[in-house]
T-cell receptor, first 112, second 115 residues
Framework: GENVEQHPSTLSVQEGDSAVIKCTYS??????FPWYKQELGKRPQLIID?????GEKKDQRIAVTLNKTAKHFSLHITETQPEDSAVYFC???????????FGTGTRLKVLA | IAGITQAPTSQILAAGRRMTLRCTQD?????MYWYRQDLGLGLRLIHY???????GKGEVPDGYSVSRANTDDFPLTLASAVPSQTSVYFC??????????????FGPGTRLTVL
């Protein structure tokens, strides 16, 4: 069945450094890839998404890249801040289903 | 209400009991979803509904049922709860428009413990 693998499961970085989270998907028909951030005890919230007709998308300190050939996509956070500490989930979806398959999450800790 | 709400916030339940988790949204979204979140396993889709009157199975549907009598409400029922259903349950909704993708908005979650 469809599967999304996410790595690493935990990531610690110093404040101001960059953080990269990687995801690999199995279904080559997937064409929409959202990223969600979940703070402790809160609900997941969308932070950025990318569609398969685009290779990269940036929003301030956050960027996502997509490699359709390799079937992987990555979240890049630059100039990390303590408020970036959270669990991040990637997901994949394909046209016509509207269902997301989520990765298992990455706990990011930004050390002051 | 504004957005998507869930009730109860948390619940402790004896095994074998029946339980319904409630989810209501006022955004007129046509699609709604139920996920469970377990440590190390991420968010897994239980059931979904693309429009009122229709439902579908997700990745982990066994032991759960849903109904979608109207646009706003999407209750999740555990007919006979078992300890493995201890989890945090999130409801979500999105507006579907043709083949475009739309953000899924999540509710605050229900923490369920089955003893």
């Amino acid at each position: 069945g469809e599967n999304v693998e996410q790595h690493p499961s935990t990531l610690s970085v110093q404040e101001g450094d960059s953080a990269v989270i990687k995801c690999t998907y199995s279904d080559s028909a997937s064409n929409y890839f959202p990223w969600y951030k979940q703070e402790l005890g809160k609900r997941p919230q969308l932070i950025i998404d990318i569609r398969s007709n685009v290779g990269e998308k940036k929003d301030q300190r956050i960027a996502v890249t997509l490699n359709k050939t390799a079937k992987h996509f990555s979240l890049h956070i630059t100039e990390t801040q303590p408020e970036d500490s959270a669990v991040y989930f990637c997901a994949a979806s394909k046209e016509g289903t509207y269902k997301y398959i989520f990765g298992t999450g990455t706990r990011l800790k930004v050390l002051a | 209400i504004a957005g998507i709400t869930q009730a109860p916030t948390s619940q402790i339940l004896a095994a074998g009991r029946r339980m319904t988790l409630r989810c209501t949204q006022d955004m007129r979204h046509n699609a709604m979803y139920w996920y469970r979140q377990d440590l190390g396993l991420g968010l897994r889709l239980i059931h979904y509904s693309n429009t009122a009157g229709t439902t579908g199975k997700g990745e982990v549907p066994d032991g759960y049922s849903v109904s979608r009598a109207n646009t706003d409400d999407f209750p999740l029922t555990l007919a006979s709860a078992v300890p493995s259903q201890t989890s945090v349950y999130f409801c979500a909704s999105s507006r579907l428009a043709g083949d475009s993708y739309n953000e899924q908005f999540f509710g605050p979650g229900t923490r369920l413990t089955v003893l």
